[in-house]
């Protein structure tokens, strides 16, 4: 027999138990006679009836109720639809979201004042870009550009086709641009 220490368990190998020992010694120290075995029978006959009635009332009982849901037009779709609507309206109610709330609102506004402000500031910008020097010369270029393949366009409607069309224009508004290095017969006179 090994001794066991406080505290620790037994280090060595684990002994299988019969279980049909243990069965049999739950039935030896409870032994009944015939007679208590028939009476419990009965006893669990009559449980199980009793079981069974119990099941057909409340089949009755939950058609019952099913039935007078149905008169007063209740059913799943509305009671789930009125449960959201009542979680909807404690989370409306709840101090946590007025305060989200405020402060969403708050925000966007402060947001759309920033949008305003940003995008005036960008129709100015674009403004003064389009009466600058600079931007003025590119549109005049872009002008000129745009009725010379016009004036190309309608002259050669009999001669040609499109791409000679714009392959002649093209030529044309390239040396239509001046560069930095050539200067006007004006400027040089000065």
């Given amino acids: 027999m090994e001794t066991r220490q406080?505290?620790?368990l037994a280090s060595g190998p684990l002994k299988e138990t019969d279980e049909d020992?243990?069965?049999?010694?739950?039935?030896?120290?409870?032994?009944?006679?015939?007679?208590?075995?028939?009476?419990?029978?009965?006893?669990?006959?009559?449980?199980?009836?009793e079981i069974g009635t119990l099941r057909q009332?409340?089949?009755?009982?939950?058609?019952?109720?099913?039935?007078?849901?149905?008169?007063?037009?209740?059913?799943?779709?509305n009671e789930i639809r009125s449960n959201f609507n009542r979680g909807w309206r404690d989370?409306?109610?709840?101090?946590?979201?007025?305060?989200?709330s405020e402060t969403l609102s708050t925000a966007g506004q402060k947001t759309s004042a920033a949008f305003s402000t940003l995008s005036s500031t960008i129709s100015r910008?674009?403004?003064?870009?389009?009466?600058?020097?600079?931007?003025r010369s590119f549109e005049e270029k872009m002008e000129n550009t745009v009725s010379n393949i016009k004036t190309k366009v309608g002259a050669?409607?009999?001669?040609?086709?499109?791409e000679?069309?714009?392959?002649?224009?093209?030529?044309?508004?390239?040396?239509?641009?001046?560069t930095n290095n050539t200067m006007d017969s004006s400027e040089r006179q000065c």
């Fill in 21 to 49: 020992s243990g069965s049999e010694v739950n039935l030896n120290s409870s032994i009944m006679t015939e007679e208590e075995r028939e009476e419990i029978l009965q006893e669990l006959a009559k449980l199980e009836e």
């Fill in 156 to 162: 050669s409607e009999s001669k040609g086709n499109f």
């Fill in 91 to 100: 989370v409306q109610t709840s101090v946590a979201y007025k305060k989200t």
């Fill in 6 to 8: 406080p505290g620790f």
């Fill in 57 to 77: 009332v409340l089949s009755s009982k939950e058609k019952q109720h099913a039935d007078l849901r149905q008169k007063l037009g209740i059913n799943p779709l």
């Fill in 164 to 178: 000679e069309v714009l392959s002649s224009a093209a030529s044309a508004s390239s040396q239509d641009l001046p």
């Fill in 125 to 135: 910008k674009f403004e003064d870009m389009r009466n600058s020097p600079s931007f």
